[in-house]
């Protein structure tokens, strides 16, 4: 098992040419792999702001939903959040972006707007 590094050790370790290992960790078991395997660096869990972007949502609105959740940082492996889905766009839009010449179907909230093509 390696011996726990500070910064000081890092920073050594690159003046001096040698290679670091680093991994993340995303749950218990493999972080205790990790760590019994001698790497020098372990990132463990999760940012809110990582879930967020997985799920198209925001940091704001998780913690609006989780009220027992008082800090953004403060999340631990197996915890239960709710998680309202896909109310960001993942990737920004244009106004009158290219295909603006065909026809885009209204949307009403409640419905799935979709592009069949006329028979």
Do not use: C
Request: hydrophobic fraction near 45%; avoid cysteine; proline fraction near 6%.
């Amino acid at each position: 098992m390696a011996t726990k590094k500070a910064i000081q050790d890092l920073y050594q370790m690159k003046s001096e040419g040698k290679k670091v290992t680093w991994l993340t960790a995303y749950d218990f078991p493999t972080a205790q792999f990790a760590q019994k395997a001698g790497l020098d660096m372990l990132l463990v869990g999760d940012s809110l702001a990582a879930i967020a972007l997985q799920f198209n949502s925001t940091v704001e609105d998780i913690l609006e939903q989780n009220e027992d959740l008082e800090d953004a940082n403060a999340i631990f492996a197996g915890q239960i959040l709710i998680i309202r889905i896909n109310l960001v766009t993942p990737v920004p839009t244009e106004e009158g972006a290219a295909g603006e010449a065909e026809e885009t179907p209204a949307s009403d909230p409640g419905t799935i707007a979709t592009l069949t093509p006329a028979p």
